[in-house]
């Protein structure tokens, strides 16, 4: 595990994870340890944000922020051991938007993910976006990690 005086920020980010250009919606990690994350990101604000649909970025994009803060604590939570390969969302549950969109929250958003439980092969979370102390949703997601691997069946 790295230490969690290291704050990632943008470039980081996107050299750890698989989102690239715009995709990348994380600046920057505010603070982090073995069970939880804070990231902060400006980029629901952004007329070019890859999410956006009819010109608006609705809430429910929210989840979208919260599994690459999943994503980048994983990483740094691997550290220099072996890659933890690829992860997928397994199920959102418990999902609670308290605004309709995004792109007119004038703060940056504030995103939390809190690791519940889990083991090498699936990991529970928690996680809230806010914004200048606003929720603005909240839930939990189930991440499925090495996935990619090929069943052995016997």
Known sequence: MLEPTLLPDHAWIAAHIPHQGSMCLLEGVLTWDA????????????PDNPLRAEGRLGASNA??????????????????AQPLGV?????????????????????PLHVEVTRLSGDDALILYQFSVSAAGQSLAEGRASVVLNADAELKLP
Do not use: K
């Open 63 to 80: 989840v979208e922020y919260a599994a690459q803060a999943m994503a980048v604590h994983g990483v740094l939570l691997a550290g220099d």
């Open 87 to 107: 992860g997928y969302l397994a199920s959102i549950r418990s999902v609670r938007l308290h605004v309709d969109r995004l792109d007119d929250i004038a703060a």
């Open 35 to 46: 069970q939880h994350i804070v990231c902060q990101s400006n980029s629901h604000q952004s």
